[in-house]
């Protein structure tokens, strides 16, 4: 992996595009698809629905784990592969989480509705609507993130 040394991170998701990047100060590092909710934008607890606006990395969750291992309520408990125990789950928490805290009034809830940017066993979706309310990424590119990044780093979403 890519151990870089940022100076200045930030995420930058779009909806509208349906991807995330990775900025350095002014300058792009990286750029991945990814997928957000399938029910749109919102802030209401239990709406599934992505918040945008401004927010941080609070928690970085699964350093290490293996590529597919499956999360609930922030603990690992197995493993996902195609046609497994898993596989007619929809929306699985894979491989890594990044957990999201929002910094404005109005998506001051979002680390209590636990909205994560995290891996997916649902990669055949990423560059569509599909979640409900996180932010996936294909469980390659969660990895290359979650490498890049530390607790603290800025995130913006946009429509």
């Not at 350093?63 to 597919?68: I, K, N, P, Q």
């Not at 499956?70 to 197995?78: C, L, S, Y």
């Not at 789950?89 to 994560?116: C, K, M, Q, S």
Request: glycine letters at 10%; one cysteine or more; charged letters at 25%.
């Amino acid at each position: 992996m890519n151990q870089m040394q940022l100076l200045r991170p930030r995420i930058e998701v779009s909806i509208a595009n349906q991807s995330l990047t990775l900025w350095d100060g002014s300058r792009q590092v990286a750029q991945w698809p990814c997928s957000t909710s399938k029910f749109g934008v919102g802030f209401e607890e239990g709406s599934f629905k992505t918040p945008v606006g401004a927010f941080e990395i609070t928690e970085k969750i699964g350093d290490e784990a293996e590529s597919g291992t499956i999360f609930k309520a922030r603990q690992p408990v197995g493993h996902w592969q195609h046609g497994g125990e898993h596989a007619g789950d929809e929306d699985l928490v894979l491989t890594r989480i990044l957990r999201l805290a929002g910094r404005e009034p109005r998506n001051a809830n979002t680390h209590e509705r636990y909205v994560y940017i995290h891996g997916t066993n649902g990669e055949d979706r990423i560059g569509r609507r599909a979640s409900h309310g996180c932010i996936r990424l294909s469980n390659r590119d969660v990895i290359d993130l979650f490498d890049r990044i530390t607790e603290g780093t800025p995130v913006f979403i946009d429509v």
